[in-house]
């Protein structure tokens, strides 16, 4: 095929181009701008930001995606890099209560951010050892600045990263209870009652993963939560998609939108171009913000590496209800989790029988406690996620109307209110819509799961080592999904490219 390829004006400056603008495609366009390149992101979207996307139905105003902002050092670093003062572009507030969690026999406990605040209301609210959390959250900490700071900052797959002074106290402080025992099993040794230890465990779903399987090396992500604090952007998570927008196209970034990338183009194992429809534009590197599978399987041609991603396994999905509410719930926070009785099943049905547990654990996300705009006074917006399985061709049509019912059920039991009838509007978003709007393969939020223990190590490198000037960036390639490793991943890349 004769596609015509388009040339830059000034063929001496070097091209780089973007496929995918969700967080970790923004950051990356920014960080290769600031280093002198010509920058070109192509989005098959109409907007920026992937799975962190907003709308607005019938006077509510949804987060579609991520709703928990942690570690905003990220998104300074990038502002710093860029040389832009970040205050112009984007303002955060702490948030005291990191997370209110309710249980089925009453019980209800406050996830305070001050380790002491945490640790005496699970003395009080459960009969935990205040002792035991405070040690717990330390060595959280400790493994997070030995281990987390190397391995989660550098490429894992860079001679450079294993010469790196920091790697053997990283290696002394892998403990070999963080890799042979279960996130779980180290729960339970660590606290006395099972509902502290139901709440730490829950934190192997922040990259979508079994507690039950996922090795003890989890347990520092409570760090980032219970340590380093939980944080609220004004305007709502979508703030971050139009502050690095922004940033971008102050650097100079070129954004495409409504238009696929279709092939990568490379010959002698040099990436050249990427194809459009019937149009080429050169490259000197490319980076895909895309989930890697699909990059292998349409953009390269390469099905038994497409295959071989897969031999990981996908994290979970989710199954979320957008409600507009017509009331206003005082005993509720920005961020509440009503936990299902049988946490070891719901996990079996998540990762095994691949089906919606009868009793999910529902997180309700409610930013119109934080931001008067986001619903009209006297009214709430409710975030309604339901953990679900990755999509493997399960009935959603189904599946999707048992999981209102539980949903429904199981929150106007605990608030003592009939929430069905305070349903004022409703968007529901499952697994394949997931897949849909942002091509994540299965619906899967963070790319591959972590519930092995060398999961971490064998997530995608973030370069090709048969083609050169291609990069990957983003929730399905090392270190993996959520804001802030998608953020580490584009400082990664582009401390490559150097
Ligand atoms: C419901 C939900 C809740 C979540 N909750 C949280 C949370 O609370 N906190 C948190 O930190 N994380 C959360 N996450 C995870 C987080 O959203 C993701 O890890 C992160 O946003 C992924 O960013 P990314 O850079 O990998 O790109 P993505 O957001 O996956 O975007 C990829 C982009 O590439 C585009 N694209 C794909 N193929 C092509 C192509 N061929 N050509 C052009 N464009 C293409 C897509 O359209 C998309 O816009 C959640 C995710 C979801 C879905």
Redesign the pocket.
Known sequence: MNSPIRQSANPSIRKAIV?????????VAIRMAVKGYSVKV????AE??????FFEQDGYAFD???????QPSNIEDLFECAGEPIADYFQYRSVPVACKYFFEDGTIVNAYTQVDQFARELESALGEDPVAVQKYLAKAEKAYEAIGRIFLDHSLHRRSTWLNKRILPALSATRISYLIQSMHDYHASNFRSPKTVQIFDRFAT?NGSNPYKAPAMLSMIPHLEQNEGTFYPYGG?ISITNALYKLALKKGVEFVFN????KIIHQQGEVKAVR?GDMEFRADLVV????VY??YR??LGDPSKAEAVLKRERSS??M?FYWGIKKEFKELHLHNIFFTRDYEEEFRHLFETRQMYHDPTIYV?ITSKMEQGHSAPGTENWFV?LNAPADIGQNWDQIRQKARASAIEKLSRILSTDIASLIDTERV?DPKG?EA????HM?S???TSSNSKWAAFLRHPNFSSSIKGLYF????VHP???????LK??KIVASMID
């Open positions: 496929i995918g603008s969700g967080v970790a495609g923004l950051a192509f989005e098959r979207n920026p930001g992937g799975k962190l996307s579609a995606g991520p709703s928990l902002f942690t922040y998570m238009t696929k990338v279709d459009v895909s913000n895309m989930d699909y990059l349409d953009l999905s989710a979320i996300n996620m978003l997931i709007q942002t091509l994540s619906g939020l963070y790319g960036t983003g929730g399905s993996g999904g959520g804001i802030p490793l998608c991943s584009a």
